[in-house]
């Protein structure tokens, strides 16, 4: 093998050094381009600061656009929130479970001030919950018990300082920031503004149309849409009050995929009454339907077809089996329709 | 350049050789270990799911509920209620004895399974033909004080029953499928090891954070690690614990009842001589029943009824139709 | 050009490289910040670090592949990484150099003839490998990093060169850094540099692990420095400014030798050469510290780990006050990564990532430590930054998503790396009747992990107050005064008998003017008691929120030790150190 490097005269490089010193200068070169190569392609921890920092940058940007256009007599006081299923609580915590429960898929919000009162407005909730039937249920789920009647929509009820109302797949909350003729004024232009602003299409919820029309009490019209009266899977349930001469009793019905499916959740109501310490007995005078007394009230429930359905909280048993059977045969009627 | 020596030659190729080597082995065991990806984050879940179910065929549901000051004997009557020991445990079976001896008390203060039923249970497996029966716990005081001095250790030993206290080696980690809080969580699995029984024993307790101490609660004594993280849900745990352990038998205690200040009492004044011992295979019922004794309803104790939805039992024990016998 | 010019340039480049490095691993994408950097180059082409993470770990993770190449270039040229590209060599060489300047040849032959302490660093070396392979649980612990040369050297510039400069006005971006124990870490940088003035390259002969490590890899080099017989005359030159003190005149040792070729240019005969023929003085291949202390050092090595964790430092005695990056590892198989390089925490924008000091037991000597105190803010909980930078994964590189528990990881939750704690006997609304809600408004995350609870105790007065005349909004005074505006800041209201508590708007000495009118059913009387109470917010966390990013920490208004603190309770990484279901 042979030398490699043997510097004869050591005060002048050969040339095989000076070659060799060269090569190895190039390859220096090398290195300072390729490191300069790799700091043109962005570090990972930077991409991400760049993304965190523009994150950052939109969250203060503010939101163009408006909730709505404000009507007359209103003006826009602060920008439009959104908020998704994962942000609810932000807005709305402790209560964001029955909203999300129900399906809820999106809140829109904005505060509009009353013109020429500063400290005069009313917050706009827009709950989007994806169907009428989720929009009723948290509707009916929250109905406050000194409701006054309101006419923006079909379902619809006034509080002192507020209008709650379903508006087709919406469910919608006009909060006031005092009570009085003023607010009420601009709350029903926003209102109007709301529903003009987009239809609602006539909700196609013909359920309504199976409860027994003579007694009913027309705002108690509701659906719960899970866990109904205390039991796990009891969902859809359509409810309404009636009111006769021998007091007052709650129907109630849910429409399942197939009478199987009624007949276990029958059963699977009964054995929940029954640990309350429910005393059971077949109902005389409704064939197949049981007669239920619990904590002194009668309950009477039955299944027909797919649904099960029946008569709770009456004072006095032959109310509740009186009303149950108004109910059994509407929904035989309907039990062949389709859905 | 001078010709080339053959012994440079010689030395040349020997390290070319060495080199080469050297080149090759580095580069293997780099391409070997290479690892682009880096470690995986958060401990990876090395949990067996669950554990062996020990529950009997045919025996789903039986309930019996035997009165009396004697433990053995109201033991032996409850048994016989049932269908005989034999029903449960078959000549050749291993047999799992879980007891409570949670705390270092003696016996009289009733916190913890009475030695005098741990002896005769363990007679009655070996009676019945047990191959081996093993007494275990894995307490809250120091393991073999509190065998000792609950008499259990002794007990167990006079019948023949082997006793094992946990060590570390014995508990592997468990996670129950669909479980929120038994999550990789170390179980004293160790004395589960070949057995085809389990039986656990416990006494009736008042329960100062789940408001009673019996059955299901004695599964707790199962668990390792930090347990004492579980009391902050501690209903659902025993739930999920109801879920997980599935005996082939268990035996509550009422024949002293601990009324109050559970689990630890101390006080004879915290007794009351409730004289009933109930056995059964459905735990959720036995300790449904057993509420009764420290007069509370099923409902006062959540998680009779989560583990009922849970699927491990019935909370109304009167529908199994309990025998109930007299000494 | 020479080959020594060309060492000389190789030696500069390199140092300038690294040194541009360590400035450049700032976040940004402005050249001279992170933008696209291999700012982690010289640390991966280390071989001490990859061998040491590959018997702790069993794994080669990432850019560690780097180390393949000078392992090649060493099996085939020798130790010319420590004569030609290691940067801190090439600081001792030039230390060693001022050192040497205006001293006899024969008091440079001196300083340069070999000696045998120089086997030191072999036994330094098995100590780390022995310390690295052989942990409690097969890992063990990365001590190498203390006496690496290039963690060494990266982890003296990050946290005690740069930061020093910054303070002295020298390339500063805003407020300059706080560096928590810059002067012990500086200290050992100074120390190993100006132990050249008694010795040239003396960290480099007696000390290096790596060096001891390069010297053994490079046992078979094809190339190396030797004599050749019929041209030497024996004047010993060749040892004038022999770096490596490999003694080329006799027989030459091959595992000191740094291929700084000196001799070369030295020898006045042409006798020392660059070739594949051994010298013709002979070689000794191999260093020989003796096999007794070979065992001695493998032994203490591999007794250090489990002795040092007796204590239960990574087990049930685990420090709270350790509060690691996100994304860290469980501390056992952070300690078999992390070689203290700082450049975590060279990175970090906030600088809240700090060198832990002895406090933390020796085993986590400078290692990342939070300091909340030192850093500008807390950890910001949109930042991966520090495991994007950390060479050896000890902080493993993080998605976003990961950190924030979005996306696949919404089921885990955000990534928790401790959790924050008030302390009641200093936080002024609970302690001092101060209001202040400063550690709830600065909480960043959604939902805040911290809120409040408001309670209106009645205010401490040097005097009773007593109600002379009182209607609608105003209250008179009868006995007692009121100190000049302290009442009107709107945390103060007056408390009535019937419970009802009217905020002050204002007051003089003597007066009080309410926010609303007193309803006359609840006037006070005239001459009776006057109670002003103050609305304390007080804060609470709420731990399934609090990610321990420590913001709160470092915003509190108590700024000694804070109010509310973070520890490292509750930390993802370790699921024993959970402290709530």
Wanted: include cysteine; proline fraction near 7%.
């Amino acid at each position: 093998m042979s030398v490699a490097v043997h510097p004869a005269a050591p005060q002048r490089p050969s040339r095989r050094e000076s070659a060799i010193a060269a090569a190895l200068m190039a390859l220096l070169a090398l290195i300072a381009a390729a490191v300069l190569r790799e700091q043109k392609r962005p570090h990972p921890a930077v991409e991400n600061f760049l993304h965190a920092r523009g994150l950052a940058a939109a969250a203060r940007a503010p939101e163009p656009a408006a909730l709505l256009p404000p009507p007359e007599g209103t003006r826009t006081l602060t920008a439009p929130e959104r908020f998704d299923r994962d942000s609810l609580s932000d807005k709305i915590d402790g209560k964001a479970e029955l909203y999300l429960s129900a399906g809820f898929v999106r809140l829109d919000c904005q505060r509009l001030a009353l013109e020429g009162d500063e400290d005069a407005w009313i917050e706009v909730f827009l709950y989007e919950m994806g169907s009428f039937e989720n929009a009723l249920s948290v509707f009916s789920a929250q109905r406050r018990p000194d409701a006054a009647a309101l006419d923006v929509a079909e379902f619809a009820y006034a509080a002192e300082n507020a209008f709650f109302f379903v508006h087709g797949t919406r469910y919608v909350e006009l909060i006031a920031s005092g009570a009085g003729e003023p607010f009420t004024r601009a709350m029903q232009a926003i209102a109007r503004a709301l529903t003009a602003e987009r239809p609602a299409g006539r909700p196609a919820w013909t359920e309504r149309e199976l409860f027994p029309a003579a007694g009913l009490i027309p705002e108690s019209l509701g659906r719960v849409a899970a866990d109904a009266f205390g039991l796990a899977g009891l969902d859809r349930v359509y409810r309404a009050t009636y009111r006769t001469e021998t007091g007052e009793a709650m129907l109630f019905f849910t429409r399942r995929e197939s009478a199987a499916e009624a007949q276990a959740l029958a059963r699977a109501y009964l054995e929940m009454l029954r640990t309350f310490g429910a005393a059971i007995a077949p109902a005389e005078g409704l064939e197949g339907a049981s007669r239920i007394e619990v904590l002194d009230t009668f309950e009477v429930v039955f299944t027909r077809g797919p649904f099960f359905a029946g008569a709770r909280e009456a004072a006095d048993p032959r109310l509740a089996l009186d009303l149950a059977r108004r109910l059994d045969e509407r929904l035989a009627e309907a039990g062949h329709a389709p859905r | 350049m001078r010709p080339a020596d053959p012994l440079n030659r010689r030395e040349f190729l020997r390290r070319a050789a060495g080199a080469g080597l050297g080149i090759a082995l580095a580069g293997g065991l780099s391409g070997l270990a290479f690892d682009p990806e880096g470690p995986a984050g958060l401990p990876r879940e090395e949990a067996k799911t669950g554990l062996p179910d020990f529950s009997l065929p045919g025996t789903a549901g039986r309930l019996a509920i035997a009165r009396g000051a004697e433990r053995r004997e109201t033991l032996g009557l409850a048994l016989r209620a049932l269908g005989g020991i034999e029903s449960f445990v078959r000549p050749g079976d291993r047999v799992l004895i879980k007891v409570n001896a949670a705390f270092a008390s003696p016996p009289i203060l009733s916190a913890t399974t009475h030695p005098d039923l741990v002896f005769e249970l363990v007679r009655l497996c070996f009676a019945a033909g047990a191959a081996a029966v093993v007494v275990t716990d894995n307490p809250i005081n120091d393991p073999a004080s509190c065998f000792a001095l609950s008499g259990i250790g002794p007990a167990a030993r006079r019948a023949g029953a082997a006793l094992v206290l946990p060590s570390e080696g014995l508990f592997t980690p468990v996670s129950l499928a669909g479980g929120s809080l038994i999550r990789n969580w170390p179980v004293l699995t160790g004395p589960l090891a070949g057995v085809t029984r389990l039986i656990g024993v416990a006494p009736v307790k008042d329960h100062h954070r789940s408001g009673a101490s019996m059955t299901l609660k004695n599964w707790y004594g199962l668990l390792g690690g930090r347990r004492n993280l579980f009391h902050q849900d501690v209903h659902r745990l025993i739930a999920e614990l109801a879920v997980l352990v599935r005996p082939t038998l268990v035996v509550l205690d009422g024949t002293t009842a601990m009324m109050t200040n559970g689990p630890t009492g101390g006080s004879l004044s915290d007794l009351r001589e409730t004289r009933t011992l109930i056995a059964g295979t459905d735990p959720v019922a036995v300790d449904a029943c057993g509420a009764e004794l420290l007069g509370k309803r099923p409902e006062d104790l959540p998680f009779l009824g989560a583990a009922e939805r849970a699927g491990a039992g019935t909370v109304d024990f009167r529908r199994l139709a309990p025998a109930e016998v007299s000494a | 050009m020479s080959l020594i010019t060309a060492r000389r340039a190789s030696q500069v480049f390199f140092t300038a490289l690294f040194l541009w490095f360590c400035a450049a691993a700032t976040l940004g994408e402005r050249f001279s910040e992170l933008s696209g950097w291999p700012v982690n180059l010289f640390l991966e082409l280390d071989p001490l670090v990859a061998l040491a993470t590959l018997l702790s770990t069993h794994t080669l993770y990432r850019g560690l592949l780097w180390a393949l190449l000078t392992v090649c270039v060493t099996i085939l040229l020798g130790r010319v990484f420590c004569g030609w590209v290691c940067p801190f060599g090439a600081m001792h060489q030039f230390v060693g150099w001022l050192g040497m300047r205006g001293r006899s040849l024969p008091a440079r032959l001196e300083k340069n003839r070999f000696l045998p302490a120089q086997n030191l660093k072999v036994l330094v070396l098995a100590f780390f490998l022995a310390a690295a392979a052989l942990g409690p649980a097969g890992g063990g612990s990365l001590w190498a990093g203390l006496l690496d040369p290039i963690c060494l050297a990266q982890r003296s510039v990050n946290l005690a060169l740069l930061p020093f400069l910054e303070r002295l006005g020298v390339a500063a971006r805003g407020e300059p850094r706080l560096a928590q124990g810059a002067l012990a870490i500086a200290a050992v940088f100074l120390a190993a540099l100006l132990l050249n003035l008694h010795r040239p390259r003396f960290f480099c002969r007696f000390l290096c692990p790596l060096g001891a490590l390069l010297g053994l890899i490079g046992r078979f080099a094809l190339l190396r420095i030797g004599r050749t017989a019929e041209a030497c005359s024996g004047c010993g030159l060749c040892e004038r400014a022999c770096e490596g003190a490999c003694a080329p005149t006799g027989r030459i040792r091959t595992p000191e030798c740094v291929v700084c070729l000196n001799c070369l240019a030295d020898c006045r005969h042409g006798a020392i050469a660059l070739a594949t023929r051994p010298s013709a003085g002979g070689e000794i291949p191999l260093p020989d510290p003796g096999r007794r202390a070979v065992l001695a050092a493998l032994v203490s090595g591999a007794a250090l780990v489990p002795l040092g964790r007796v204590g239960g430092s990574t087990a049930a005695a685990w420090s709270p006050s350790l509060v690691r990056p996100p994304g860290a590892l469980a501390e056992e198989e952070f300690l078999a990564r992390c070689i203290r390089c700082g450049q975590c925490m060279r990175v970090c924008p906030t600088h809240v990532i700090q060198p832990a000091g002895l406090e933390e037991g020796f085993e986590a000597l400078w290692t990342p430590k939070l300091d909340f105190r030192a850093g500008r803010s807390g950890c910001q909980h949109t930042c991966i930054a520090c495991g994007h930078l950390c060479p050896t994964a000890a902080i493993r590189p993080l998605r976003l998503e990961e950190r924030l528990g979005t996306a696949e990881f919404a089921g885990r939750g955000p990534l928790r790396i401790g959790c924050a704690f008030v302390d009641r006997g200093r936080c002024l609304p609970w302690a001092m009747d101060r209001p202040c809600i400063v550690c709830q408004e600065n909480c960043p995350v959604s939902p805040k992990a911290i809120f409040t609870r408001a309670v209106y105790p009645p205010v401490r007065m040097e005097e009773p107050l007593r109600v002379g005349e009182a209607g609608g909004e105003r209250i008179g005074l009868a006995a007692g005064r009121l100190e000049a505006g302290r009442f009107a800041t709107g945390d103060y209201f007056v408390q009535l008998a019937s419970g009802r508590r009217i905020r002050i708007r204002g007051h003089g000495e003597r007066e009080i003017e309410l926010s609303a009118a007193i309803p006359d059913t609840e006037l006070p009387a005239a001459g009776s008691a006057l109670e002003i109470a103050i609305r304390l917010q007080q804060p609470y966390v709420d731990p399934r929120r609090c990610i321990g990013c420590g913001v709160c920490e470092h915003e509190c208004p108590v700024l000694g030790k804070r109010a509310i603190r973070v520890t490292a309770e509750n930390e993802s990484r370790h699921p024993r150190h959970r402290m709530t279901l």
